[in-house]
């Protein structure tokens, strides 16, 4: 079983960078895909980046395309997402988690793994 611990969120000033990191716990880490999410209050959650279990394919939503890098360091048993140019829309719980493919966890959504309790990411103007 693994575990995801999501940290790094707080607050910024539009326009600012945040990174985000989770950490993952268990023997079987660099096997999955591995994918952000967010969930701001009163709307569902959505996918936000993913990445393959080698580092070699990423997905990312269109509202983030070319503001987001998601990467891992399999060593580590860490993936990080490296937001820049935050704006107010960004802010939500940010979640982990993983999953067959970034393609396949863009397309529905959803991880293979229980939810942790996420970092929150709030952007101000």
């Known amino acids: 079983q693994v575990h995801l611990v999501e940290s790094g969120g707080g607050l910024v000033q539009a326009g600012g960078s945040l990174r985000l990191s989770c950490v993952g716990s268990?023997?079987?880490?660099?096997?999955?895909?591995m994918g952000w999410f967010r969930q701001a209050p009163g709307t569902e959650r959505e996918f936000v980046a993913g990445?393959?279990?080698?580092?070699?394919?990423?997905e990312y939503s269109d509202s983030v395309q070319g503001r987001f890098v998601i990467s891992r360091d399999n060593a580590k048993n860490t993936v990080y997402l490296q937001m820049n140019d935050l704006k107010p829309e960004d802010t939500a719980v940010y979640y982990c988690?993983?999953?067959?493919?970034?393609?396949?966890?863009?397309?529905?959504?959803?991880?293979?793994?229980?939810w942790g309790e996420g970092t929150l990411v709030t952007v101000v103007s």
């Open positions: 990445i393959s279990w080698s580092g070699d394919a990423t």
């Open positions: 268990g023997r079987t880490f660099s096997s999955y895909a």
């Open positions: 988690q993983g999953g067959l493919t970034p393609a396949t966890m863009r397309k529905v959504s959803v991880g293979v793994l229980d």
